[in-house]
């Protein structure tokens, strides 16, 4: 078999899926790295037929559309993924709920075309949900709120570079009930800036630690996943 014939052959064969997946709160300190080398065990375990990169070190085609920061759990999370072989969708399902860890829930499974815009490409925002439920925070979060709303500039420092985070506050809304308080955020997550849930929190004069964090959505541009 020639070159070009093989080449083709091999890319016919090729299969992207993307997985969505839920975390609970026994994955909120695990890291995104450490959360990627997990995935690759589970794929592995599940004998999911893992194309890999060329080159010195290859590493199997995995790639997530956003590292959810650590103490967050996660109603919606999005990894993309190449098969060589193709696999059968209700097949490579079966394999991969076999092989999930607790903590982990299969949301779907589903193809997507080889040629399809990198996920972290096609992301537009992230979509939080925040539970306090100090009481001495309580009382002051909704003026914080409407402060931090009616600003234009909300300074914080990250990695020793400062920088405004309000305009990465695309909403952020506040529901006070008798013991606790929920705050909903939709914050900017593309390639030019990308919120985070927990900086929000402590700009409210709120201790991150204190809080449960969950990712509940992730919006793409295509609106399909």
């Known amino acids: ?68 920061p650590v103490g967050c759990t996660s109603d919606h999370e999005v990894m993309d993924t190449v098969l060589s072989p193709a696999l059968e969708i209700d097949e490579a399902r079966a394999r991969l709920e076999r092989a999930l860890p607790p903590g982990i829930r299969l949301r779907s499974i589903e193809p997507v075309a080889l040629n399809a815009p990198a996920l972290q490409t096609q992301l537009l925002s992230t979509e939080f949900e925040i539970v306090i439920e100090e009481p001495a925070a309580i009382a002051a979060l909704p003026d914080r709120v409407r402060e931090f709303q009616s600003a234009t500039e909300v300074m914080r420092e990250r990695r020793g570079k400062t920088y405004n985070l309000r305009p990465l506050v695309q909403s952020l809304s506040i529901e006070v ?40 959505n992730l919006i793409f541009l295509d609106k399909t996943s």
């Open 1 to 68: 078999m020639s070159d070009e014939v093989q080449a083709v052959t091999e890319a016919v064969s090729r299969q992207r899926l993307r997985v969505t997946f839920t975390r609970d709160l026994t994955l909120k300190y695990i890291g995104h790295l450490d959360m990627a080398k997990t995935w690759q065990r589970i794929l592995r375990r599940a004998d999911w037929p893992l194309a890999y990169s060329e080159g010195f070190n290859p590493q199997p085609k995995i790639t997530f559309a956003a590292a959810l």
């Open 177 to 216: 009930e008798s013991d606790r308080a929920v705050i909903r955020s939709s914050l900017q997550g593309t390639e030019s800036g990308t919120g985070r849930p927990d900086e929000l929190i402590a700009a409210l004069g709120v201790d991150p630690a204190t809080t449960h964090i969950k990712r509940i």
